[in-house]
T-cell receptor, first 108, second 113 residues
Framework: KNEVEQSPQNLTAQEGEFITINCSYSVGISALHWLQQHPGGGIVSLFMLSSGKKKHGRLIATINIQEKHSSLHITASHPRDSAVYICAVEEYGNKLVFGAGTILRVKS | NAGVTQTPKFQVLKTGQSMTLQCAQDMNHEYMSWYRQDPGMGLRLIHYSVGAGITDQGEVPNGYNVSRSTTEDFPLRLLSAAPSQTSVYFC????????????FGPGTRLLVL
């Protein structure tokens, strides 16, 4: 079983919809990272969480340490949000273990 | 700041050839790492370094070598390329320690024939 599981693997939404991507992990962690990868592009860090909730613009990330679960929400989705969203957990030091990613497509 | 840079962007190799993927960062980060990304799989750690002169193996180190002679540079060497090494390679850097944002390079797409 993978240490980091993301769901769904693929997601298609209409512009304006509220989107949720889930991440579950099986190990103790010091932090959880959400990353974004655009088609053919590099990878950028969106959030790093060790507890609670963070918000940046239309993006919200939450984490429940006891349940070993995190969610990434996108409010009022837009076609430019189309990308791969990657969850990664930090077990110790700087080393990350990555989920397989969620491919999001937002249609106009 | 240029951030994390990688060269080349794309490379085609024949089986058995060797090559070096370059990675450099200008943020004075102690921690640098190499990942490979394959379809349907998460990024996997190849090698990492916590400072100049210090390197260690990650999850999939076989067939790759690294060195860290300076804080800025962390090259990845393929000793004898194999088709199984066809992948997209990302270099990343961060300050050393827990809960540090990692910065990724643009990636190198490698095709081994």
């Amino acid at each position: 079983k993978n240490e980091v599981e993301q769901s769904p693997q693929n997601l298609t939404a209409q512009e304006g919809e509220f989107i949720t991507i889930n991440c579950s992990y099986s190990v103790g962690i010091s932090a959880l990272h959400w990353l974004q990868q655009h088609p053919g592009g590099g990878i950028v860090s969106l959030f790093m969480l060790s507890s609670g909730k963070k918000k940046h613009g239309r993006l919200i990330a939450t984490i429940n340490i006891q349940e070993k679960h995190s969610s990434l929400h996108i409010t009022a989705s837009h076609p430019r949000d189309s990308a791969v969203y990657i969850c990664a957990v930090e077990e110790y030091g700087n080393k990350l273990v990555f989920g397989a990613g969620t491919i999001l497509r937002v249609k106009s | 700041n240029a951030g994390v840079t990688q060269t080349p962007k794309f490379q085609v190799l024949k089986t058995g050839q060797s090559m070096t993927l370059q990675c450099a960062q200008d943020m004075n980060h102690e921690y640098m790492s190499w990942y490979r990304q394959d379809p349907g799989m998460g990024l996997r750690l190849i090698h990492y370094s916590v400072g100049a002169g210090i390197t260690d193996q990650g999850e999939v180190p076989n067939g790759y070598n690294v060195s860290r002679s300076t804080t800025e540079d962390f090259p990845l060497r393929l000793l004898s390329a194999a088709p199984s090494q066809t992948s997209v390679y990302f270099c990343a850097s961060s300050y050393y320690g827990s809960q540090e944002t990692q910065y990724f390079g643009p990636g190198t797409r490698l095709l081994v024939l």
